[in-house]
Antibody, heavy 118, light 107 residues
């Protein structure tokens, strides 16, 4: 059974940093691309970042560019999102999502809540 | 960025109703269109990928159609467990974008 489990969320002050993790199991993590998607309270889904299986290709939404860094450790079956210079508008539930099938997000974690507030 | 516009934003329907949700892209995206279902407090779930392919395990009452800029998600006979918010997503561009969502509520 495919499982994605996010962790690392919490309360952080504006301008602060946080590192999210996503632990994967039940599939060959090293073979597939991964994504981060977020959802602000009461709002819709917003794609944040993409990383290919080998980490050779990385994309960011404009809202994340220059502040967030996506990475992965295939030996540990883990995906990461380093978030710096956090703003109030980064408050959201952050989901990791896999692309076992190309071009669609077939498995999602349960999400981790990030709250940016003073 | 490619903008995705869903309509309606919300709808009320009864169990057994046929429900149709539309999604329009701001430019042609071929068939790179996916549909997700999200229930309150839960992660999204993939329903349809490639505009019309049913994800494994998803009931056959769900179907998708369209190509280019106009797409449709149809639920042939609404069931109690289908009350949720539905999102379209384009994966044509490397900068993936979602529609704003359609909330399906009980009439």
């Amino acid at each position: 059974e495919v499982q994605l489990v996010e962790s690392g969320g919490g309360l952080v002050q504006p301008g602060g940093s946080l590192r999210l993790s996503c632990a994967a199991s039940g599939f060959t993590f090293s073979s597939y691309s991964m994504n981060w998607v977020r959802q602000a309270p009461g709002k819709g889904l917003e794609w944040v970042s993409y990383i290919s299986s080998s980490s050779s290709t990385i994309y960011y939404a404009d809202s994340a560019k220059g502040r967030f860094t996506i990475s992965r450790d295939n030996a540990k079956n883990s995906l990461y999102l380093q978030m710096n210079s956090l703003r109030d508008e980064d408050t959201a539930v952050y989901y990791c999502a896999s692309e076992v099938g190309a071009n669609h997000f077939d498995y999602w974690g349960q999400g981790t809540l990030v709250t940016v507030s003073s | 960025d490619i903008q995705m516009t869903q309509s309606p934003s919300s709808l009320s329907a009864s169990v057994g109703d046929r429900v149709t949700i539309t999604c329009r892209a701001s430019q042609s995206i071929s068939s790179y269109l996916n549909w997700y279902q999200q229930k309150e407090g839960k992660a999204p779930k993939l329903l349809i990928y490639g505009a019309s392919s049913l994800q494994s395990g998803v009931p056959s009452r769900f179907s998708g159609s369209g190509s280019g800029t106009d797409f449709t998600l149809t639920i042939s006979s609404l069931q109690p467990e289908d009350f949720a918010t539905y999102y379209c997503q384009q994966s044509y561009s490397t900068l993936v974008t979602f529609g704003q969502g359609t909330k399906v509520e009980i009439k």
